[in-house]
């Protein structure tokens, strides 16, 4: 095998390797101010939701501020898909990443995507057009102490979230606004790109250099 060959057979193995890194991605949750609740017999979103019901144990945040929420571990692209609600007013979830965009609770099965470039909390906000248009962000809290936000582990790289709008007062049905919460790697072209071209620039070389 050619010195080149090598270093062709050794680039190709760390773009895989390094594609490799980009599936580690999951998400967990930090529960520091949470509280383990159990969804009551009013849980019925609206289609209802496969895989989560009445009796099911969520992890709920509620209040004007707390610490802890939903964690991913490193870059991801991550997608919200609206399932369900049941709730009078309007509500939406937003991502706090430009260009992320809203979800809203009108089409079940819409979605949204965005990246995530590092680790931490992943940015977005429940809101209702309810009560003067009150948000509660994940792992920052809210400016109504009426608003709940809970997590229920589907695996690594999915989760429920769900929304209390505090249309009814505080309750544990969680129904408002139900979505899922998914991660899946982030390609990497850009690295894959520069190492062919420079792969391609020393071929160049060792044949200039042959002539």
């Not at 062709?8 to 760390?14: D, P, Q, V």
């Not at 009445?54 to 399932?83: E, H, M, Q, R, W």
């Not at 790697?185 to 060792?206: N, Q």
């Amino acid at each position: 095998m050619t010195s080149l060959t090598k270093l062709m057979a050794t680039g190709a193995l760390a773009v895989i390797m390094t594609a490799g890194l980009a599936e580690a991605a999951t998400l967990s949750l930090d529960t520091t101010g949470s509280a383990n609740v159990n969804l009551d017999a009013t849980f019925n979103p609206t289609p209802s939701v496969s895989g989560i019901g009445p009796g099911d144990a969520v992890t709920n945040y509620s209040g004007l501020s707390f610490a802890g929420g939903l964690l991913v571990s490193g870059p991801a692209k991550i997608t919200f898909t609206y399932l369900g609600k049941e709730a009078g007013y309007s509500n939406s979830a937003v991502s706090l990443v430009p260009g992320g965009g809203t979800l809203s609770d009108l089409v079940a099965g819409a979605s949204i995507t965005f990246d995530q470039l590092v680790g931490g909390l992943v940015p977005f906000s429940f809101k209702t057009t309810g009560d003067d248009g009150k948000w509660i962000t994940n792992g920052w809290g809210s400016n109504s102490t009426a608003l709940d936000m809970a997590f229920m582990m589907i695996s690594s790289t999915s989760y429920f979230a769900l929304f209390g709008d505090g249309g009814g007062g505080n309750d544990d049905d969680l129904d408002d606004m139900v979505i899922r919460i998914d991660v899946a790697p982030i390609p990497l072209p850009a690295g894959g790109l520069l190492l062919i071209g420079a792969l391609g620039g020393l071929a160049a070389l060792r044949r200039r250099k042959s002539a």
